[in-house]
């Protein structure tokens, strides 16, 4: 498998990651980073950007038994939506399965759909993620997936004579991490409570991240 070597923008040390791998997390400092944005500074002479990273507050209960996995999510506004009420606030594109692609944009369609307000939990108000997941998709890509999603190439949502002559407008994107629980021999998100398709998490390192999440964070079911 080829590797790339690269510099951590965070502390200097050497990361070396799988050619495939495109969201890098230092060993030394956990920063995560990943190839620069159009949007990023273009006097950075570093080839990585670091995007806003935080921890999304679980919605459900912890389950009692197995582990509780972290599936990395990119986030994009939209700011365009007034000839297109379908469309959703945000893009959620989930940072793996790229090489599942119908199933990843079909993810990225369920969970976009949900107007379930996202609650961030800030390095002052919880436990931060020592180690947090590494990702297949880079900034560009999850754009791709969201010019997917919200152009109608999803069947049935939006109907595509709303979007005639309508182009998208994103806003900032931003990188979440995503809390899952093993559940009846499967694995639910624990924010919307939708069933996780196992081709996403492939390529994930199923590391439990239980101990990570401070219980305070976590919400019952109203």
Known sequence: ???????????????????????????????????VAPSA?????????????????PRLDLP???????LPLW?????????????????????LGRAAFGRLVDSARRLSKSEL??????AAEGRPV????????EVEEAFAIAEIVTLGQVKGWPADDQLAGWEPSFGAI??????????RGGVMD???????????????????ARARLDPDLVHSPA
Do not use: H
């Open 1 to 35: 498998m080829p590797f790339i070597d690269l510099t951590c923008p965070g502390c200097g040390a050497p990361l070396s990651a799988p050619a495939s791998i495109r969201i890098y997390v230092c060993d030394a400092c956990s920063t995560t980073s990943t190839p």
């Open 41 to 57: 500074n273009p006097r950075n002479s570093s080839p990585l950007w670091v995007p806003p990273r935080r921890l999304l507050r």
């Open 64 to 70: 009692a038994r197995g582990r509780i996995l972290l």
């Open 75 to 95: 986030v994009i506004p939209l700011q365009k939506r007034e000839s297109c009420p379908k469309l959703p606030s945000e893009l959620r594109i989930p940072a």
């Open 117 to 122: 307000a996202l609650q961030e939990v800030s």
């Open 130 to 137: 020592p180690r947090p997941p590494q990702g297949e998709l």
């Open 174 to 183: 931003r990188l979440v991490d995503l809390p899952l629980g093993e559940v």
């Open 190 to 208: 624990l924010v919307f409570g939708l069933t996780v398709d196992a081709a996403l998490l492939r390529n994930l390192e199923l590391i439990d």
